[in-house]
Every structure is written in C-alpha cells, then in structure tokens.
T-cell receptor, first 117, second 114 residues
C-alpha cells in the first residue's frame, strides 16, 4: 500500500539556520511525484515544491530544496536560512502514476516546525 | 487571481444534523478535489471531480457524504446526517488540465460535530 511517513512530529530551528524535515515513502509504482506543503496557523495549504520520480536533479525553489534519494525512498525537505515566518506545519505528500485517475495525493501526518530568534 | 475559497470557515453542528460545505476552485481549473483531516491523523483524499464528473470517489467514507459539482464550477459536500467522527478539517483543492498535479488548496472548513 502507498504510504508517506513523517517521523518528526516537531522540530525546532534557530533563525538563519538550515533545517531538514524528513519524509519517506512507499510505493510499487515506478511513476510518482512527491510534494511538500506548508500549513501556517491561518490554515491554508501552500504548495512549496515538487519532485517527479524520473527527475534527474533534486528540485529547488528559492530557500526550499528537496533531497530526493530514490533508493532509500526518501524525499526530505531542506529549508535554508530559516525565517520566523517559516514556523508552520509541513506536510509531505505523494501522487502515484499519471493521468486523471491517479492525481489524488497521499499525505503524511506532518511536522510542526518552530523557528526561534 | 483568486485562490481556492471555501465556505464556511467553521461549522459547529449537532449529531444528526446536516451540513453543506462549499468550495470555489481557481477559475478555469477543471480538477477539483476534496480531502479531510481528522484530528491528529493525516489528510485523506475523499474524491476528485473533472469538471462536473466524479473521476474518483474511492475515499468517500460512506453514503452519508454527497458531493456535487453542478456546471463544473463550484462544488458542495453535504454530510447528512452528521456523526461525531465526521469532525475535522475539510480541504478543497483544484488544479488545471495543463498541470493536473499542482493542486492548490483552500483554507479548509473546520467541522465540529457535537
């Protein structure tokens, strides 16, 4: 069965430091996509970054990068130069396959990140 | 460009009552998804519309839940009758035909059944 595991319920990081949020996944489908979403206290889910299973390079979006290790089935999110505004819940998610039938996302339980001054 | 909007933001109802949640996707997005997060658990997929058609409703928990998307624009999710275990946050997301996997989420509706 497809599954996303986030083993860190909470993480603390000091402002300006880098932090890694862990995510492992399980799937038997060779085609899949991995996502990270941020959920601040206001409640909306903000799309951060996407990695396709066939992408050769790790995805990067500004201060966010995805450390994709296919053999280990891990897709950790790295936030560089943390800011106070990064404090939020972070969800890792996976999409399996291609096409309309398989665009549903499977989520992990989330990691709450707190950035302190 | 307006994002995905959901109404209401909060709803408190008694067990046995009916509640209808509404989602307005980003304009032009054919794909619309409903998810929910029950307290302390992961966010789970409920169903997926492509325009007005239900593409995948494998996540709908039971027949007390009814989703519609008349005209392929906004969608409603009705819970009738509500049970205590239906409490949680209901998210709606939408994506375009061109980038179907880039799902943009709304702020969610927090449903509390007492």
């Amino acid at each position: 069965a497809q599954k996303i595991t986030q083993t860190q319920p909470g993480m603390f990081v000091q402002e300006k430091e880098a932090v890694t949020l862990d995510c492992t996944y399980d799937t038997s489908d060779p085609s899949y996509g991995l996502f990270w979403y941020k959920q601040p206290s206001s409640g909306e889910m903000i799309f951060l970054i996407y990695q396709g299973s066939y992408d050769q390079q790790n995805a990067t979006e500004g201060r966010y990068s995805l450390n994709f290790q296919k053999a280990r089935k891990s897709a950790n999110l790295v936030i560089s130069a943390s800011q106070l505004g990064d404090s939020a819940m972070y969800f890792c998610a996976m999409r399996e396959g291609q096409g309309y039938n398989t665009d549903k996302l499977i989520f992990g339980t989330g990691t709450r990140l707190q950035v302190f001054p | 460009e307006a994002g995905v909007t959901q109404f209401p933001s909060h709803s408190v109802i008694e067990k046995g009552q009916t509640v209808t949640l509404r989602c307005d996707p980003i304009s032009g997005h054919d794909n619309l998804y409903w998810y929910r997060r029950v307290m302390g658990k992961e966010i789970k997929f409920l169903l997926h519309f492509v325009k007005e058609s239900k593409q995948d409703e494998s996540g709908m928990p039971n027949n007390r839940f009814l989703a519609e998307r008349t005209g392929g624009t906004y969608s409603t999710l009705k819970v009738q009758p509500a049970e205590l275990e239906d409490s949680g946050v209901y998210f709606c997301a939408s994506s375009s035909d061109r980038f179907p996997y880039e799902q943009y989420f709304g702020p969610g509706t927090r449903l509390t059944v007492t």
